[in-house]
């Protein structure tokens, strides 16, 4: 599969922050600020190519380049390691306001439907780096730890693929998928239904394995487009989610949710 490398140029069209050379002027004197762009060339060094990059949006133009930003990385095409239809991918996300450090996962760009996941990394998790001394260097260790983790995800991938759910398994996942994204109240804030959510886009995401049954909740939940009920009963559509940190909540949970139902179903 042919790859994608973002230019700088590029970058800076979809996520400026990247390319921010101050932090906020109300961090303290203590905050060690590295130019997101310094990690994105050095991961790059190590074999990391940036493919997708997004920031979430704000109202004040004074704070475009402080905003919480992602960028996705993958491996030349001969060293790209696939996780069943998947390819994995490492998510770097970053802001410049003091409100987050550095945060490195594992993530999989599922090729049938170009969509990117973020996945816990086993026990691993994520690698958070705080601004301060040694930052690029300790980014590219974590890197190297979490390819380390990649068979791990392969493994849940492989389990999800052979894990079969009924029809009402499934929308025990997505009731649960929908008290996730909004809350234990989910059935007075949420537009749609587990019925909904569970709407495959491609005829091939019907199989009733959980992978496919996971793939359809999460696709549904990032790119939107269903069609809902507002709470005051007017016709709507979910929005996609656009927010950087909203997008790696949602996805990390989910995987864990999944997680959770192989090993239900296996025991």
Sequence with gaps: MAMNILTSQQ???????????????????RYG????????NALQEEGWYPVRAQQTKTRD?????LAR??????????????????????VLTNSHNRSAAYQLDLGLFRLVCSNGMVTPAGDLGGIRVKHGKNI???IIEGSLSLANEIPHISNSVESFQSTLVSKEESVLF?????????????????????????????VEDKEPSLWKTF?????NFMKGGLIGRSSTGRSTK???????????RLNRALWQLAEEFSHLKRH
């Design 11 to 29: 970058l800076h069209k979809t996520a400026p922050a990247i390319f921010a050379d101050a932090p906020a002027h109300e961090v303290s004197d």
């Design 33 to 40: 600020f590295v130019p997101t762009i310094d990690v994105v």
């Design 61 to 65: 133009p004074s704070k475009q380049l």
């Design 69 to 90: 930003h992602m960028v996705r990385f993958r491996q030349d095409p001969d060293r790209q390691i696939k996780v069943g239809d998947s390819i994995s991918e490492l």
């Design 136 to 138: 690029v260097e300790n």
């Design 174 to 202: 997505a009731r649960a998928s929908l008290a996730l994204r909004y809350g234990e109240d989910w059935e007075n804030q949420s537009p749609i239904d587990a019925e909904s959510l569970l709407q495959a886009r491609r």
């Design 215 to 219: 793939n359809r909740v999460q696709e």
């Design 238 to 248: 979910t929005r996609a989610i656009h927010s950087v940190t909203e997008d790696v």
